[in-house]
């Protein structure tokens, strides 16, 4: 080896195993709980600590969720380091993407099938993630059906609307976006089961096919269940009526400023008690 | 009869295939043809009389005995590479119905059991054709000299008596030290592209076979003494980290080299020594 061999190989290594290792964490790691937060809309039906029934409780617990991650500390720190670790992860997906030449047409092993589709849902999740963050985070409501601009606090009811396309009832444009939102997380959670898969070969964790097998029925049994999980969310928004979540979350955030009334014993809570939506 | 592409066939179809070819029956192959590197290919059909336990080769030695096309049109004999006629040298690799294997050890009565049925004959594509079927495959050999796929021992004395094997690592290493050299592993691989342009073969995909090579001669005691200069090899581009986990090369493999297993322990390998690396300096 000479001299000249040093930075050539650590960076092409490096950024392997960095584009690797960020599909993982913090990306991967995030896609968990977005999802099982997501889910709450559902699983939050058996939360009994919420008033009502059913997605009642749901859309409440929902709400409580993305209030505790709202309250997060350092969360725009939090926020910006998955912004750059998605751009990363994304940009050199597509430069090694374009390095292979799929041909499941020669090859229909299943594994290849695979391989072609962590290239193809990787495609669709750029897009996807783009578009999702764009409307739901930086505002861009003009890209959303009936101009929604999503808020957190009236996470679901928000969500609700620009899932169906208005507050009033489902429209054309609405149901392309849920349809864009059932194919974007089914993709992305292949692309995560999958990578979480393959990145056990790549480091080198799993050596025997035997190992690979195991740690296979692992990452399709978590597959399973985030699969699970991100379509439970999705019928529970679809199925949330967007006018009666609203006025479930209007009641928890004035519910909200009574508990913090009477903590501050009235002191500076009573100032401002008939809040505006 | 539609032909099932060997791909799609199961050693069971091919098993039951040979059971009941039909004897005495004249079968169409089909070549793609091409009189030199860089010339526009052709298809030519021939029609070829089976006899019983026929292979590709002998069906290409008939051809060549009388080179008419089933248009009639005299045509020069078929050009392909072969050696040892036993599936243990790799020259005879080429596409039959599609897949990549060897011509020596493909029945045509796995393939083409009736009547009439069509044999497809190509050269393999993620290497230049010299003409016709014949491929160079220089590339292959060229990524072994890459990870130094030997063992070190010239030497101007005598180095005496080598270091011990034990049984299990011997067990190891056996399937993978099967490897002809044949290709197949690179013509089924995705990340695996062509590269005519010979100066950017030490930066171009590596292959399954030379990443499985590198880890056969890691593991032998005397062979160890380059495992560095391996490892350091396949962290550079075109090293293991351009394996996409297809895992096509394992299952086309005609040797049964463990590949996949040989890119985790790569992988594994170049984990260690990344961190060696960064940690120690060396
Ligand atoms: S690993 Fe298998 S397919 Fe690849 S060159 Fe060796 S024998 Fe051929
Ligand atoms: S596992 Fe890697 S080397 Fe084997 S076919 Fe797939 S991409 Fe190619
Ligand atoms: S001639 Fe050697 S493998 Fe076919």
Known sequence: MTATDGPRQSHHLLLRRLHSLSGLVPIGVFLIFHLTTNASVVWGAANTRMPGEGLERGVQTFQHEVSWINDMPGLLLIELSLWLAIGFHSILGVVYAVGGKPNVGAYKYPDNWRYTLQRLTGYVGIFFIFYHVATLRWGWSFLVPGGTVWSHEYAASTLAAALRGSYEGFTGAGIAVSIGYFLGVTCLVFHFANGLWTSAITWGLTVSEKAQKRWGMVCAGLGVGLMGAA???????????????????????????????????GAIGSAEPGREP | MAIAYAHESTADQRRANRTRAVEGRTVLCRVRRCDGPGKAGRWESFKVPVEPGMNVIACLKHIAQNPVTV???TTTPVVYDAGCLEEVCGACTMLINGMARQSCSCLIDEYAPLEGDTITLEPMTKFPVIRDLWVDRARLFQSLTRVKAWVPIDGTYALGAGPKESPEVQQDRYDMSECMSCGCCLEACPQFTIEPDEASWDTSFIGAHAISQARLFNGHATGKELKNDRLDELMNPGGVSECGNAQNCVKVCPKGVPLTESIATIGRQVTIRSFTRFFSGK
Request: glycine share 10%; hydrophobic share 45%; net charge negative.
């Open chain 1, 231 to 265: 379509w439970m969310a999705l019928i529970g928004f679809l199925l949330t009526d967007p006018v009666d979540a609203r006025a479930l979350e209007e009641g928890m955030l004035s519910g909200a400023h009574e508990v913090q009334a009477e903590q501050d014993e």
């Open chain 2, 71 to 73: 248009d009639g049109n």
